[in-house]
């Protein structure tokens, strides 16, 4: 099959033909149909992450039609439309038993612990576990635009951050979980502040749902700015704050934009120099301040945020911004950091 492979890390990778993968018992084989470029990827491709062993393969978003089936799958068919969460639970540990596949004991991550989507096919462990039907209604590059940002955004807002409407919720950052929590927080009847450091990302957001934007270059005092809209009768500050961008100083003003009692999510990584977050710990504890993770979404709340999509609640292809090839997304791959993309890129053809 073809593949983008990296044999070392922040080294330009190249396309090969490698070997098509074979399912193990527990696992598929995926014909991917469409595949999404993340920050995360990039991340990776920087050896950022301790659980990529070179050479690899990258990509985590996809979605596409299974190829073959391992000896032990009961619940999947060849032929099936399928997406997966980009973390995988094993299914016999002691989280995957309480239901939390995301922070699986043994977790399978495609792109990071095994070869990934950025290829003709991948394998999928623990099918029976971890992968997701697709109503025919909901087309593979939306599909495959879930995967990471999308449904990490929904468990940060709706299960983690317990968002409720007519809460106040403040996102920082409006890349491709940014944007994915403002529009699901005001599915859910949020007032949404977005707060980012570019004009063109914050216009975006506002199409999307926000009802204020905030351009942080702008403004001296962000976390006054944030108090000052969120105003509500005697309180003021948001209920919950999102960190999208994964910063120290990002985090700090998100704990410092949250009224009494609020809750922060981090959702973005931090894995640069400096990157860990001095907390105001007093804060937290006067304002009984609640400050939480959030990383992926199990395979079975993925119903609750499909059915939202089915019925035009939410509306994830509005977040895709341009679709390339397998050939173009090395360069895109390797300049993630210098130049954002706007909205989700999607690889669709291979």
Known sequence: MKAVLYEQFNVAPTIKNVPDPTP?????VVKVMATGLCRSDWHGWRGHDKDITLPHVPGHELAGIIETVGKDVTRWRVGDRVTVPFVGGCGACGQCFSGNHQICDNQFQPGFTHWGSFAEYVSLHYADVNLVALPQTI??????????????SFRAVMDQGKCQAGQWVCIFGCGGVGLSAIMI???????VIAVDVGQQPLKLAKTLGADIIINSHNHEDVVGAIHEASKDGMDEGVHLSIDAIGHKDVCLTGIKSLRKRGKHVQVGLMVEEGGLAAVPMDLIIANELEILGSHGMQSFRYQDMLNMISTDRLKPQKLIGKKISLEESIEALMTMDQSPPLGVTIIDKF
């Open 24 to 28: 193990e018992p527990h696992s598929v």
């Open 139 to 152: 087309d593979f590059a939306t599909a495959a635009s879930l995967g990471c940002r999308f449904a990490t």
């Open 185 to 191: 927080a005001r599915a859910a009847g949020a007032h």
